[in-house]
């Protein structure tokens, strides 16, 4: 699916009455691939996923999208998209009510479910509301993976997430990109965007500060720095390295890759 923002605005009043300004003029083409977005808190992340979900009606500007799959999008708080009584009914809903059969439905929820490693068997019966927050997380994902969108949005998707269900997690928006899905994934966790993004798109007070492939902008330590973002683990320890005296080749983005880039350094020393 291709998705194209052009000169978006939107202001929210705020408690004196007063515009706050969410987003400020922004314009993004995607086509395919992982698209990160990252920024401070309240820079407007989950202000455009909304309006690129048609959820919130911008002030100006339009959304336009072109290709097959429509739109699915996992709210940062899980809480906030269950309406149903049961996790299967949570997940099957949206394929029901396109017409799915019922059978399909259930061998697709169980399916979206598995991939975040959780078994519709266990939690199918339970209401989406007494589960622990990661599960309610993981849940989200899947009734929003269950209905393949040709343009798949996350907010914060690896917030609160042990180590198992975020590698799930990640493995999946790839697998998504990689069945041709375009995805949006806004995260203030650099080394979760390292690993699945292409591309990189940074808001500041609504704007687009930064733009480019993923791997040149999570390497670059100080740019991040400068941008108010935490920088990858390993770009933040190529750096302290280099200022420690030690030769790093390179522009490592993880473990593996600093542990690579000093390894080439000591040989080129
Ligand atoms: N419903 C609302 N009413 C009033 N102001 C709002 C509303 N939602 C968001 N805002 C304001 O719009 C701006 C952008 O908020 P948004 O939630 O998009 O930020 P964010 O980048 O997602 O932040 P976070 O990293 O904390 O999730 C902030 O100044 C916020 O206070
Ligand atoms: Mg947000």
Redesign the pocket.
């Known amino acids: 699916m291709r998705l194209t923002v052009e000169h978006m605005s939107l202001s929210?009043?705020?408690p004196a009455g007063e515009r706050?300004?969410?987003?400020a003029d922004v314009s993004l083409a995607l086509s395919g691939g992982v698209c990160g977005l990252m920024?401070?808190?309240?820079?407007?992340?989950?202000?455009?996923?909304?309006v690129m979900a048609g959820a919130t009606r911008p002030d100006s500007g339009r959304v336009r999208m072109e290709g097959a799959g429509g739109v699915g999008l996992v709210f940062?708080m899980p809480e906030r998209q269950f309406f149903e009584r049961t996790v299967e009914r949570e997940i099957t809903f949206g394929l029901l009510a396109r017409g799915v059969a019922a059978d399909e439905a259930h061998e697709r929820a169980a399916r979206a479910l598995a991939l975040m490693g959780l078994t519709l068997d266990e939690l199918g019966a339970r209401s989406p509301f007494s589960l622990s927050g990661g599960q309610q997380r993981r849940v989200a994902i899947a009734s929003v993976l269950a209905l393949r969108p040709g343009l798949l949005l996350l907010?914060?998707p690896t917030a609160g997430l042990d180590p198992r269900a975020r590698r799930a997690c990640l493995d999946a928006v790839r697998a998504a990109a990689e069945d041709g899905a375009t995805v949006v994934v806004?995260s203030?966790d650099a080394n979760a965007l390292a690993e699945v993004a292409d591309r990189l798109v940074v808001?500041e007070d609504?704007g687009v500060t930064l733009d480019g492939p993923a791997r040149d902008l999570l390497a670059d330590a100080p740019l991040m720095r400068d941008h108010g973002l935490e920088p990858a683990c390993a770009a933040r320890a190529a750096l302290a390295l280099r200022r420690a005296g030690l030769a790093v080749a390179g522009a490592p983005l993880t473990a593996e890759e600093l542990a690579d880039a000093i390894a080439r350094g000591r040989g080129s020393a």
């Open positions: 929210y009043e705020g706050v300004t969410a987003l920024g401070r808190t309240g820079s407007g992340k989950t202000t455009l996923l909304e940062q907010d914060e806004a203030h808001l609504g």
